[in-house]
């Protein structure tokens, strides 16, 4: 079972490049995130699915777009990117709603430059 | 709105030692409570979880932490520390049924032989 995968894991980019990360799950889970991860500041969230088809905001969202066209798939895409976009992605997911279903399943994470 | 509070961005130990790692938290709402670890170069992983059952939660590799309403705090604890605990860990808090999870700003732990 693979669990969470991010591609890539690592990517250098010129300011004002574009780029797509890609995350897949083979859990089933309906809920998806993106997380940046960044030094003294934790994990902060930028965008988050609850559903196929969704998508909403969160902490930190300028800059960056999500889709969810499948259910395993939620993909992160920066349009021009920025040097304040260097951080490590971390992309997770959980089964849904209720107290079983709390527990988040991170990727190994995607560290990304903008020069 | 929710957040969290890690009290000490580095903290070191000596094996065998004590680990106590602090988190305090803010909800509106009665809070589920979560630590995950997270080591070198890879993604985080739970550690343990409240989510208003037993105050004393009891997780892996030996952790527990336990939940104080009083204090606001969900301090994480073992009685003694391995080299294989030194990682970052991350306190984080959801309202009940919530869909997001708000992290604080992490602790990296440091165990020295």
Same mark, same amino acid.
């Given at each position: ?115 | ?5 890690? #009290?000490?961005?580095? !903290? ?5 030692? $004590?680990? @106590? +790692?602090?988190?305090?938290? /803010? ?5 589920? #409570?979560?630590?995950? !670890? ?5 993604? $985080?992983? @739970? +550690?343990?979880?409240?989510? /208003? ?61």
């Amino acid at each position: 079972n693979a669990g969470v995968t991010q591609t890539p894991k690592f990517r250098v980019l010129k300011t004002g490049q574009s780029m797509t990360l890609l995350c897949a799950q083979d859990m089933n889970h309906e809920y998806m995130y993106w997380y940046r991860q960044d030094p003294g500041m934790g994990l902060r969230l930028i965008h988050y699915s609850v559903g196929e088809g969704t998508t909403a905001k969160g902490e930190v969202p300028d800059g960056y777009n999500v889709s969810r066209l499948k259910k395993q798939n939620f993909l992160l895409g920066l349009e021009s990117a920025a040097p304040s976009q260097t951080s490590v992605y971390f992309c997770a997911s959980r089964a849904g709603r209720g107290l079983s279903n709390e527990k988040l399943f991170f990727g190994s994470g995607t560290q990304l430059s903008v020069l | 709105a929710q957040s969290v509070t890690q #009290l000490g961005s580095h !903290v070191s130990v000596s094996e065998g030692a $004590l680990v @106590l +790692l602090r988190c305090n938290y /803010s909800s509106s709402v009665p809070p589920y #409570l979560f630590w995950y !670890v997270q080591y070198p170069n890879q993604g $985080l992983q @739970l +550690l343990l979880k409240y989510t /208003s059952a037993a105050t004393l939660v009891k997780g892996i590799n030996g952790f527990e932490a336990e939940f104080k309403k009083s204090e606001t705090s969900f301090h994480l604890t073992k009685p003694s520390a391995h080299m294989s605990d030194a990682a970052e860990y991350f306190c984080a808090v959801s309202e009940s049924s919530g869909s997001r999870l708000t992290f604080g700003e992490g602790t990296q732990l440091t165990v020295n032989p």
